[in-house]
């Protein structure tokens, strides 16, 4: 003990001291300021360590064990809590997965799919050399190519999801979004929507994504730009690479799951910050089809090899759960706020109403809620910020809370089995049907 006392606190100093400079560089460096809401909390606990540490040398001996027991009890508790919280993760994923299989199963009397997505990759190919994999856009994180991409491989059926039974094969047109690809010939277009996942349709067939629906019950031509993963800045992006002129509606889709946190990263990519800072910026994306393509093309090789040597992948695996625990990231994202909107989002939306208007065109904003509001309990926070936000532009504001989840007697079914993903057909359905409703002539 006599040799722990000498020690403990000089190194909680240190590391304090490092915290307090790491936290710095990350809030007012790479988040460039724009967190610093977020980062006054690791401040806090960087300057309260460092007063305490400092403290101890000023203390009695047995003050200073009782502050050495103290401290490694509370260091112990939350990695014992952080490690119950991925325990009890994992459990319910198990668990929820075990569940669905055998709704499904006694539903359909079908099979669940339990090949990964490069197994049935691989059996499906043998069959049709042409099929791929589903490469979001925000896959591409590497610097060294002159271009972002903003959608998939074209004219192409494209492995995606699985999270009804089966998994979704997505037939993508020219420019490698999941439409039809005559919809790009059409002399009118009524609806043009930018969005995420849930925009583009994730783990249904056509016809029942938001737009195929759109377009059945409209009669009407439906462009969907949405691609996974994609937050505000890369919806306006794409809105900038593929809008054209005989567009008559643009159907803003906004996903309060994880659009935010999108955005954080993606205010990181040079590329994607000169849509922001630059009205005439552009890529060309439209004439760099074949571009888009090879670059998705050898991210798919890439997890091939990472397949074949199947250790490397789990060790990757390992390393990222790791660094998750040391991070103590689980207790972290339980207790701290959730981020607010950034300055970006309204200058996002902003440009986005400038650049419709002067075009000519009508500009909805439709907002969809995540299951954790109908399963756990819910902040509403943000919710009400990017409402004000987007009032405050004129943008009228569809809210499939109000006027789809919240009158259901049960939230849940719209989701598939009730359980954690995207909406289901049903759910898909219901959206377009007041998308419709709220914007038709």
Same mark, same amino acid.
């Given at each position: ?19 307090? $400079? =790491? %936290?710095?560089?990350?809030?007012? @460096? ?8 977020? =980062?006054?909390? =690791? ?6 360590? $460092? ?57 359909? !009397? ?9 197994? @049935? ?8 050399? /042409? ?10 994180? #590497?610097?060294?190519?002159? @271009? ?17 039974? *089966?998994? #979704? ?6 420019? !490698? &979004? ?47 730009? !949405? ?19 005989? +567009? ?5 889709? *906004? ?17 994607? %910050? ?7 910026? %552009? ?8 571009? @888009? ?14 397949? /074949?040597? !199947? ?8 390393? =990222? ?44 904003? +439709? ?20 409402? +004000? ?30 359980? &954690? ?17 709220? %914007?038709?002539?």
């Amino acid at each position: 003990m006599n040799f722990l006392k000498k020690i403990f606190f000089p190194t909680i100093l240190v590391i304090s001291f490092l915290l307090l $400079i =790491y %936290t710095f560089y990350r809030s007012e @460096i790479f988040w460039g300021g724009s967190k610093r809401g977020y =980062y006054l909390t =690791y401040y806090f606990i960087s300057l309260i360590l $460092i007063f305490v540490s400092t403290f101890a040398f000023f203390i009695n001996q047995k003050l200073k064990e009782y502050l050495i027991i103290s401290s490694i009890s509370i260091v112990a508790s939350l990695y014992l809590f952080e490690g119950y919280l991925i325990f009890k993760t994992q459990h319910s994923k198990i668990i929820g997965q075990s569940l669905k299989e055998q709704l499904y199963e006694k539903q359909t !009397g079908n099979k669940w799919d339990r090949r990964s997505k490069l197994e @049935i990759y691989k059996d499906l190919k043998k069959v049709n050399n /042409e099929i791929v994999i589903k490469v979001p856009p925000h896959n591409h994180t #590497s610097n060294k190519y002159s @271009i972002h991409p903003l959608s998939g491989i074209s004219n192409s059926k494209t492995i995606y999801c699985n999270e009804n039974g *089966y998994y #979704s094969i997505d037939l993508i047109d020219r420019y !490698g &979004f999941n439409n039809p690809d005559t919809e790009w010939d059409k002399k009118e277009i009524e609806y043009l929507f930018i969005g995420d996942s849930y925009t583009h349709g994730a783990c249904v067939n056509r016809p029942n994504d938001i737009g195929s629906v759109l377009r059945s019950i409209s009669n009407k031509s439906v462009l969907n730009l !949405g691609q996974p993963g994609n937050g505000p800045l890369m919806q306006y992006a794409t809105l900038r690479e593929y809008l054209s002129s005989n +567009v008559k509606k643009v159907i803003w889709v *906004y996903y309060e799951g994880n659009d935010l946190k999108d955005l954080e990263f993606e205010k990181k990519k040079n590329i994607l %910050t000169n849509y922001l800072e630059d009205v005439n910026f %552009t890529q060309n994306l439209k004439s760099k089809q074949n571009e @888009i393509n090879y670059l998705a093309i050898n991210l798919i090789k890439e997890k091939e090899k990472k397949r /074949e040597n !199947g250790n490397d992948e789990e060790k990757e695996k390992f390393k =990222y759960k790791l660094f998750k625990f040391i991070q103590i990231l689980s207790t972290r994202q339980l207790i701290l706020p959730e981020t607010a909107p950034p300055p970006e989002l309204k200058k996002i939306l902003q440009l986005t109403k400038e650049l419709i208007e002067k075009n000519n065109l009508k500009l909805y904003f +439709v907002y969809l809620p995540k299951y954790d509001r109908y399963k756990f309990s819910y902040d509403n926070t943000n919710y009400n910020l990017i409402k +004000v936000i987007v009032t405050e532009l004129n943008i009228p504001f569809i809210d499939m809370h109000n006027e789809v989840f919240k009158k259901e007697q049960n939230p849940l079914k719209l989701f598939p089995f009730e359980m &954690f993903g995207h909406y289901n057909i049903e759910g898909y359905k219901k959206v377009a049907e007041t998308i419709y409703k709220f %914007t038709k002539d």
